[in-house]
């Protein structure tokens, strides 16, 4: 692994052999060549977002494009355990602060959550502009985190959309489980995850790497606060409410805490 890495087009670099040719070019080839001042000689990684790591070493460069040798590939294997963070919107940027730590810690999806006290809204015409930003912010993470895997960046959901959607996924039959972070709780997220990854090892899980994995749910509210009715909605569509520890913290490390909370008791890190 290299101390540089960039980003090729999602699912661009296929199935690249050693001594084969890569070419970058775009706007991350010129933030390579013009920002990094990448040149020839210099070993880089490349990666698409697949779990492919491509470390390379640059042949030659223009302003546009870069041009590299492959020295050694890696595939990294997809966790058994998929876990997403629904971030409610925040003010002062603490929602993208949550996202970036979280791919930073291995997040493998985020959603953006429009709560009923959040102070931030996403109206129709700044949403695809907001969920850009996003969507920046978890692509940076990754180059600065060097992973090989781009987490998924969901569409913003209403209150009832989500518990609509919540709904739909604790019904079907990929083990799923949605935790709730809020003072209300009275098990901790240990002890849940704890209980259902007991009952997840008695569970049969498909080998096939295409199907569904089981899921980890992790539903942060904003400065605010999660209302009484938004719990009630979320409990009803089969999600847990957990306390993390004895302390309230901020929207924007709430998530990061439990992910490595999370991660840690699945055996992740």
């Known amino acids: 692994m290299s101390n540089q890495c960039f980003f090729m087009d999602h699912g661009t670099l296929g199935n690249p052999q050693v001594g084969s040719e890569l070419i970058l070019q775009g706007p991350e080839a010129h933030h390579a060549v013009n920002v990094k001042r990448v040149r020839a000689g210099e070993m880089i990684d490349l990666v698409d977002g697949t779990g492919v ?53 291995g997040i493998d999806a985020v959603r953006p959550w429009q709560s009923e006290r959040a102070i931030v809204r996403w109206n129709e015409a700044k949403a695809a502009k907001a969920l850009g930003k996003w969507e920046a912010t978890v692509l940076a993470a990754l180059k600065q985190s060097r992973r090989t895997f781009l987490p998924k960046v969901a569409p913003m959901l209403t209150t009832s959309g989500l518990a ?3 709904a739909q996924r604790t019904s079907s039959h990929v083990p799923v489980l949605v935790l709730v972070l809020h003072e209300r709780g009275t098990d901790s997220v240990a002890g849940i995850v704890q209980d ?74």
């Open 196 to 269: 259902w990854t007991s009952e997840l090892a008695a569970t049969a899980v498909s080998d096939d790497p295409a199907a569904p994995r089981p899921e980890v749910i992790l539903i942060v509210g904003p400065e605010g606060g999660i209302s009484d009715s938004e719990l009630d909605k979320f409990i009803q569509a089969g999600a847990k409410v957990a306390l993390l520890g004895k302390h309230v913290l901020r929207a924007s490390t709430a998530g990061p805490a439990a992910l490595v909370l999370v991660r840690h008791l699945l055996g992740q890190l």
């Open 164 to 166: 609509k959607e919540l």
């Open 53 to 105: 790591r491509a470390s390379v070493q640059v042949v030659d460069t223009d302003k546009s494009s870069l041009r590299a040798t492959v020295s050694s590939i890696e595939h990294e294997e997809a966790n058994s355990v998929h876990i997403t963070l629904v971030q409610a919107l925040a003010k002062g940027d603490r929602d993208l602060q949550a996202v970036e730590s979280a791919v930073e810690l």
